[in-house]
């Protein structure tokens, strides 16, 4: 049987209230389509290097920091891989239903997998293959899926979900993250991204961040603790990413720098970028995006991308009336 949809997100005005969150309209579509473009930028400029270590990057590019395509995948300039693309299959879903239903994002994701994604994971598509077979929008639990897929196509949710209470979240994130991700580890990781971009749309600074978030996390587990060793040459285990993240996201103050310490560091970089992007982009809006990046990003998942950004804050804000009476 599949599982049922989860009630619309739950307007807590009280929380509103006190954070002034969406006082200023214009702020926040600025941070909510900064943070699409981010994740969309980080993914494009991180695949370049993705899988070279920091030694092989600096020989080859000295400092990386132009989106050129090509890395293993041959990409063509500004072209995106899964981590764009699989958002996108998620927000289209949500916008499709007005909801976060599980039936309806297993088959937007499962119809992404057909269409043959110029990249897919292995957790990903093991997930999917469950799917497929059983109908089932929970993968069996696995400690071995603490990948960083479902955090990487995650903002979907932290758009919709805004002004929703703590717990509503979580369940929200639960909902995309178990189909192909019922792990722990990564479902720690992918809320507290989640709640920190959500944090960030609503004037949250970077230190309230790191004292509200990124050590709270790292204290309960220890996988992402990020502050001793810089992680260099990140798997795509959730704990490496995050941990390449945060430092990225901390030690920074521009979008720019803090994507590209993200994606330097090599390994799963389009990823780390992506998230980075997410990131960066809710904490300094989409004008701090440099030109040249936006201008060689794909034009039309830059289109995708900022509509989207739109059309699933139209609908949290919806929900958000609905609930309000
Ligand atoms: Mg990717």
Redesign the pocket.
């Known amino acids: 049987m599949l599982s049922s949809a989860p009630p619309h997100p739950i307007h807590d005005p009280e929380h509103e209230h006190s954070n002034g969150c969406c006082a200023d309209p214009a702020v926040l579509k600025s941070r909510v389509r900064g943070s699409y473009l981010g994740l969309a930028i980080g993914?494009a400029l991180g695949?370049t290097v993705?899988f070279m270590t920091p030694y092989e990057i600096r020989h080859q590019y000295h400092v990386h920091q132009e989106i050129l395509g090509g890395g293993w995948l041959r990409l063509k300039k500004g072209q995106v891989?899964?981590?764009t693309t699989m958002a996108l299959a998620l927000g289209e879903a949500i916008l499709a239903t007005g909801e976060i239903n599980a039936s309806a994002i297993a088959a937007a994701f499962d119809a992404w997998m057909r269409a043959k994604p110029v990249?897919i994971?292995h957790t990903v598509r093991s997930g999917l293959m469950h799917y497929r077979r059983t109908g089932k929008t929970t993968a069996p639990e696995d400690e071995m899926s603490a990948g960083n897929g479902a955090c990487?196509r995650c903002l979907p949710i932290a758009i919709t979900t805004l002004g929703a209470n703590e717990k509503a979240v979580r369940q929200a994130s639960k909902i995309q993250a178990h189909i192909t991700h019922n792990n722990p580890l990564s479902d720690a990781g992918t809320e507290t991204v989640i709640l920190m971009i959500q944090a960030l749309f609503k004037g949250q600074t970077l230190n309230q961040q790191l004292h509200h978030y990124a050590h709270p996390l790292a204290a309960k587990y220890p996988q992402f603790y990020f502050r001793k060793r810089p992680c260099q040459n990140p798997s795509g285990f959730i704990g490496h990413t995050l941990r390449v993240v945060f430092d990225a996201l901390f030690n920074t103050d521009s979008l720019e720098d803090c994507l590209v310490e993200a994606v330097n560091r090599g390994g799963?970089a389009?990823?780390t970028g992506?998230i980075a992007g997410m990131l960066a982009g809710a904490c300094y809006g989409e004008t701090a995006i440099p030109q040249r990046w936006l201008k060689a990003l794909d034009a039309k998942i830059q289109g995708a991308c900022t509509a989207q950004a739109e059309q699933l804050l139209s609908l949290r804000n919806a929900a958000s009336e609905v609930n309000w009476e």
């Open positions: 993914d695949a993705e891989t899964d981590d990249d994971g990487m799963d389009d990823t992506a």
